[in-house]
Every structure is written in C-alpha cells, then in structure tokens.
C-alpha cells in the first residue's frame, strides 16, 4: 500500500496523524499474551494433576506392600514364638 492511500485511509482528524494497524502492535502483544497465559495455565494445571494422581497411585501401592510385609514379618514372629 502506497503513502498516499494509507494516508487517506487510516488518517484521523486528531493532529492528522496515521493508526494503521501495523503501527499499533501493541493490542497484538496484549493479545497474545492473554492467549498464552490461558493456554499455558491449563496445560500446566492438567499436567499438575496427572502428576499428583500418579504420584498417589505409586505412593499408596508402595504403603499398602509395605504394609503387607510387615504383617507377614510380624505373624512369621508370632509363629515362631508360639513354637509352630
């Protein structure tokens, strides 16, 4: 687009000066910052919590062995006590 038509077109009565869109970038920046900051945030929180979860399931699966094991030391102990 050529000087004189981008004059006509994007020309205000205030001081005559020119608002293409191409010299405001900053309602673009805005924008995209906005995007990302939404887009980020759900990838982050699904991400938190599909590591929490797995970290539980692990948590609780290595608890409940643990536990296990100990009732199986314990009960072979009492056995052995007991003489059988």
Known sequence: MD????????TFSRNDCSRSPEYAPGAGTVLGAVVDFGVGLVIG??????????EESQ??????????????????????????
């Open 45 to 54: 929180v699904s991400f938190d919590a599909a590591m929490l979860s797995i």
């Open 3 to 10: 000087d004189a038509l981008r004059k006509k077109m994007f």
């Open 59 to 84: 948590t609780r699966e290595d608890f409940k062995l643990e536990i296990l094991r100990s009732l199986s030391e314990a009960k072979a102990e009492h056995k052995q006590s007991l003489g059988l």
